[in-house]
C-alpha cells in the first residue's frame, strides 16, 4: 500500500512537471522509470501460476520460466515461518524437486486450495509420508480451504 501511494506521488509530480515547467526531459525520464519500476512490481505477480492436472504439477517460476514435474517427483515439502515484531508471522511452503524449489506465501491466491490438496494426497497415500513431516501437515490443515 506504501509503495503504491510512493509511485503514485511521483507519478503526479513527474505529469504536473511535464504540463507546467520546462523540465520536460526530466518529467519524461521520471514517468519511463515509474513504468519500468511498476511492470518489475506486477510482472511476478501475473506470470506465477501453479496448477495440478492429475498427477502432473505445471508450474511458471516469477520470471516467466516453465516447469512440469509429477508428484512423483517431489522429494520434499517444507514449512517455514518468519516471524516479525511488526508484520506478524508470515507462512512459507517449500517443494523441493529434484531440479528445483517452488516457494509458496500463505498469502499467494489459491494457496488454501493447494495446501487442502496437498492434505488430501497425504492422508489418502498418494504422496509418500516422508515427503511431508506431521508438523508440516498441521500447518497445512492450518491454512487449507477445507470445508467446513
Known sequence: MVTLLIVAF???????MLIFTELK????????????YTAALICPTVLFYLRVDGD???????????????????K????????????GVKFFLVIKTNDQDIVLHHSMNGFGELAAYLI???????LNSS???KKCAGYLEKYSDKPA
Open 25 to 36: 526531459a526530466i518529467a519524461v525520464t521520471m514517468l519511463i522509470i515509474l513504468a519500468v
Open 120 to 126: 488430501w494426497l497425504y492422508s489418502s497415500g498418494t
Open 76 to 87: 520434499s515439502i517444507v514449512q517455514t515461518e518468519h516471524r516479525h515484531y511488526r508484520y
Open 56 to 74: 502432473r504439477l505445471y508450474y511458471r517460476s516469477r520470471i516467466g520460466k516453465k516447469y512440469e514435474f509429477s508428484l512423483s517427483d517431489i
Open 131 to 133: 515427503v511431508i513431516s
Open 10 to 16: 511521483f507519478a503526479a509530480m513527474a505529469v504536473f
